[in-house]
């Protein structure tokens, strides 16, 4: 059964940081993995996708890494800002077409 | 980008209620999902389908039902609202590789 872990489950920075986002997987037969942004009390918005085959998505200030060998991907932050704060999901995406979900990364960018 | 509605955002009921939460997507998209978050909680797979007169559980036991006879409409129902619950009801159809998320209706059984 696949399990997806984040680390930290919580982090506050100071505006202007580069900051990591660490998560792994059990299971490295995955279709895709996904990362998505969680603002309070809301839904889910897209950041990066990575398919299985790729190592590597970049968005604006983001880059997404994946090491599907050893079951790990990275979420790099470039220059946070306060608009920043949220939740920070990993989902991975098995073969059966499910997606799994991690506990999350609560993220505070102090100004 | 899929545009993903559902209705209502908030939810107050009592215990004993029967309760539908909506959800739609005008893309055409054959797989939606929908998925159950506690608060600080990860989301759970509760409910999917893949097209019309599809539907399946999903990971998590849910005492919710589904329903997909149109392919823009999934809406889940509670016959029997109880304290247990409450919590956050996602929304979700796959465009592509990727997957898109409704805002969410926050339920708070009584």
Same mark, same amino acid.
């Given at each position: 059964k696949q399990e997806v872990t984040q680390i930290p489950a919580a982090l506050s920075v100071p505006e202007g940081e580069n900051l990591v986002l660490n998560c792994s997987f059990t +299971? #490295?037969?995955?279709?895709n993995l996904q990362w998505f942004r969680q603002d309070p009390g809301k839904g889910l918005t897209s950041l990066l996708l990575i398919q299985s085959s790729q190592r590597e998505q970049t968005s604006g200030r983001l880059n997404a890494s994946l090491d599907k060998s050893s079951g790990r991907s990275t979420l790099y932050i470039a220059a #946070?800002?306060? @608009? +920043?704060s949220a939740t920070y999901l990993c989902a991975v995406r098995s073969l059966s077409e499910k997606l799994v979900f991690g506990k999350g990364t609560k993220l505070t960018v102090n100004p | 980008e899929a545009d993903i509605y559902q209705t209502p955002r908030y939810l107050v009921i009592g215990t004993g209620k029967k309760i539908t939460l909506e959800c739609s997507q005008?893309? @055409?998209?054959d797989k939606m999902y929908w998925y159950q978050q506690d608060p600080g909680m990860e989301l759970h797979l509760i409910h999917y389908s893949y097209g019309v007169n599809s539907t399946e559980k999903g990971d998590l036991s849910s005492e919710s039902t589904v329903s997909r006879i149109r392919t823009e409409h999934f809406p889940l129902t509670l016959e029997s609202a109880r304290p247990s619950h409450t919590s956050q009801y996602l929304c979700a159809s796959i465009f592509g590789v990727e997957q898109f998320f409704g805002p969410g209706t926050r339920l708070t059984v009584l």
């Open positions: +299971d #490295s037969a995955i279709y #946070s800002q306060p @608009g +920043d | 005008t893309m @055409g998209h």
